[in-house]
């Protein structure tokens, strides 16, 4: 394990650079354009493109990550990668910054200092490279520069033995100074299917055949019998070759370009590199030209920066820690952003949604609408819709309560419940009528204790109880009672009295049935089955689950003699950087328990630190007004943590992770992050709960719930056009407390704050008092 740190930010936090080329594994940022583009960028520059539209049709563009730049000093054939990989020849001077709306990669090597941006422009179909080259010796240094990619373009479905390989050739255009990559794919589902990469300066030599580039022994075979290319010594660049003017079809697809450049001494060359995709070779050209006129390149990616910027500035905080400033201020808004592209999944992407919420309204609705449309008229969901998959996951229901109720909250405009949204299978309904077929669901799904059945599974994908199909979920029967409470309010509001008692008729009921049955003496139990009950203390292998605790204490389940011993048992849990799932792990698999029991002990949902499931035990925290708990759990999960550095963990130090492992061959370490509901749940547990600005009904309802040690933070929250600018003082160093609140110099009455509609900047002063 690397010890100290090899990373800083800069800039406000809006940049992480990176000092060491070699972290515990790829660092990465993503960059997008609204039209669905996106880039992966590792430290040392490589990562997978993709297009995808609004229909969920993937479009990978480079197959193996590959997307790589190689300098030769052709007088000396030393060569090297700007980022040290993947020939892995050493460098100095390395660093690479990864900002909000771009990335750069810098080194030097035998005097030629080289830089590489990328960046995605946010309109469009393409991202843009900048290299810039420097001789920094006192002598002429002839220099090869190889631009390599690969070409895969698969993502959608076709019958048998289309794939699309079979339909793909590459070419060198001259007007495009660049290699083409043609598909004709006759069940492409759009158009875009045709990769690109140009450059602005004179192309040497090329190869469209990457078995060219790389050589005979450059390459593994697949169980198709087609070669997968593998860039580590292409024998071009370290046998001091040129390309070869190469093209292909079938097989090794890919562009390389080699440009030759004659540097005298302190001298600097630039050039610009555009990589995509588009519907026609005239559109690959024409976007070239745009990026290789440099006013236009550099207007654009200022743009670009100001775009990012633009969509994240309607919420700030500033509290007395410098990290979570950093986290919490772009990066993390940044990460939730990013999971509506990479995510296409109803329950994932509709709490991704409702953070979303916070300061991104309109793309906000527009992904709620999306998923409703992914709804049954029988009320559930598929879990995702890219790649489609509708197995029959019990949970989605609830999310889809939960997840409108915010979005009316958020807007104010009840007459989204009469907005008319297709069904998944045909048909439409009003959003209210999706609302009720969901409350319906879950109701007709209830088992012989009246609680859900879990069916599948809930939002525990590997809670998978195959031997019993009645088994029930407490967990989405205290979330459905969350739901239910919640809808009966918004019915009150919206006057359908008979429905709002309906509905809490049908959460006094449930309630009773998880008390009754799922109650365990000190906790809840995490699923009722007849052959096993899960989560019990006298379960086989685990005995207690964490989210049936949280989702409790959110719903009001437990009364308030049952309260103090679920926070106790929730205590025990404590890990040294977060709360496992459960605990103990399952030492043995179990079909009772299923998927998660098949893992070794530690790993993932077998009695991992799973960071998403402490999101809800924050939010759970400050609800009961415990604000020292709730913000040192944050501080646990949070990127780059005291406990479990990144150098440790190997996730990347701006974004939160998944889950982190306690089983001792792997223990501290993060398996993924950027795509993980972590990020909305740690956004929404600093500003709902523990700064405790939240939405309501009549407008923002003030309910801090504080770390004691703080003695003040500072929010800036846009909510439906008005602008708070937003002060809480903490003089009596309280978790919870009751506040006073000043507007503009007024004192008001409750914790609501007014809507003025003016479109100015309202001061608000909050002070936490006993």
């Not at 001077?93 to 990669?105: A, P, Q």
């Not at 207007?299 to 990012?308: A, D, F, G, K, N």
């Not at 979570?324 to 995510?343: A, P, R, S, T, Y």
């Not at 190997?650 to 370490?669: L, R």
Request: aromatic share 12%; glycine share 8%.
């Amino acid at each position: 394990m690397k010890t100290g740190k090899i990373h800083y930010f800069k800039d406000h936090g809006n940049s992480c650079v990176i000092t060491d080329p070699r972290p515990p594994r790829y660092w990465y940022n993503y960059l997008w354009s609204e039209q669905g583009y996106c880039t992966q960028v590792s430290q040392i520059g490589h990562g997978r493109s993709y297009y995808i539209n609004t229909k969920a049709d993937m479009c990978m563009i480079n197959n193996q990550d590959a997307k790589y730049i190689y300098l030769r000093d052709d007088d000396t054939n030393t060569y090297w990668n700007i980022g040290e990989g993947p020939l892995n020849e050493a460098i100095d001077d390395f660093t690479c910054e990864h900002s909000i709306g771009y990335s750069v990669v810098q080194s030097q090597k035998n005097g030629i200092h080289a830089s590489w941006k990328l960046f995605v422009p946010h309109q469009g179909y393409n991202e843009v490279w900048v290299v810039k080259v420097k001789n920094s010796t006192n002598r002429v240094k002839n220099i090869s520069l190889f631009s390599a990619v690969s070409f895969e373009l698969e993502g959608f479905k076709y019958p048998r033995y289309y794939e699309m390989y079979r339909s793909c050739e590459t070419m060198f255009d001259s007007d495009l100074n660049g290699v083409y990559c043609q598909s004709k794919h006759p069940f492409a589902p759009h158009a875009r299917y045709n990769g690109y990469i140009s450059c602005s300066e004179t192309v040497h030599a090329y190869d469209g055949d990457l078995g060219e580039f790389l050589g005979p022994l450059g390459s593994i075979t697949k169980l198709d019998s087609i070669p997968a290319p593998l860039f580590q010594r292409p024998d071009v660049v370290i046998k001091g070759r040129d390309c070869t003017n190469s093209t292909t079809t079938l097989s090794n697809l890919g562009g390389v370009l080699q440009n030759k450049l004659s540097l005298a001494p302190g001298e600097e060359k630039e050039l610009y590199f555009v990589m995509g995709v588009s519907e026609t070779l005239k559109e690959a050209v024409q976007t070239a030209d745009k990026y290789f006129d440099k006013n236009r390149l550099e207007e654009s990616l200022l743009e670009t920066q100001v775009h990012y910027k633009s969509k994240y500035k309607s919420l700030s905080v500033n509290t007395p820690d410098d990290k979570l400033n950093i986290i919490m201020n772009e990066w993390v808004k940044k990460q939730i952003d990013f999971c509506i592209v990479g995510k296409k999944g109803v329950r994932d992407n509709l709490q991704i949604a409702v953070a979303l919420l916070n300061y991104r309204q309109d793309r906000a609705k527009e992904e709620i609408i999306e998923c409703l449309r992914h709804q049954f008229k029988e009320g559930h969901a598929v879990l995702t819709w890219f790649p489609y998959d509708d197995t029959r996951y019990s949970d989605q229901p609830f999310w889809i309560i939960w997840a409108v109720i915010e979005l009316i909250k958020e807007t104010g405009d009840y007459s989204l419940l009469d907005l008319e949204i297709e069904y998944q299978d045909g048909g439409s309904g009003t959003i209210l009528e999706h609302m009720k077929v969901a409350v319906n669901r879950l109701i007709e799904d209830k088992g012989t204790n009246g609680l859900v059945r879990i069916m599948f599974a809930d939002w525990n994908d590997a809670l998978n109880i195959t031997t019993d199909p009645e088994a029930e979920s407490v967990m989405l029967s205290e979330q459905f009672c969350y739901g239910l409470r919640e809808l009966s309010q918004l019915m009150q509001i919206v006057g359908d009295s008979d429905y709002a008692s309906y509905l809490t008729e049908q959460y006094d009921l449930l309630r009773r049935a998880i008390n009754e049955s799922a109650w365990d003496g000190n906790w809840y139990m995490r699923a009722l089955s007849k052959i096993e009950n899960i989560g019990s203390k006298d379960s086989e292998g685990s005995k207690i689950y964490i989210n049936a605790q949280s989702w409790a204490i959110l719903a009001d389940i437990p009364n308030e003699k049952k309260l103090p011993k679920v926070l106790e048992s929730i205590d025990s849990m404590e890990h040294e950087f977060g709360f496992p799932i459960n605990m103990p792990p399952y030492p043995e698999y179990s079909p009772n328990v299923g998927r998660m029991s098949g893992m070794l002990p530690g790993l993932f949902e077998n009695g991992g630190v799973y960071c998403h499931a402490t999101g809800f035990k924050i939010i759970a925290d400050c609800k009961v007004g415990r604000g020292e708990s709730a913000i040192r759990t944050l501080k646990k999960i949070i990127p780059d943590s005291e406990a479990n550095p990144s150098t440790r963990s190997g996730a990347e130090p701006y974004v939160f992770t998944n889950c982190y492992s306690i089983h001792p061959k792997f223990y501290g370490k993060s398996y993924q992050s950027w795509t993980t509901g972590t990020s909305a749940w740690g956004l929404m547990s600093l500003y709902e709960g523990i700064l405790g600005i939240k939405r309501d009904y009549a407008g923002l309802r003030i309910d801090p719930c504080f770390p004691p040690e703080w003695d003040s933070a500072e929010v800036y929250r846009k909510f439906r056009g008005n602008q708070y600018q937003i002060s809480i003082n903490n003089p009596s160093h309280l978790s919870k407390g009751n506040v006073e609140i000043h507007v503009d110099g007024r004192l008001i009455s409750g914790n609501i704050l007014p809507l003025f509609d003016d479109g100015l900047l309202h001061q608000v002063e909050i002070t936490l008092i006993p």
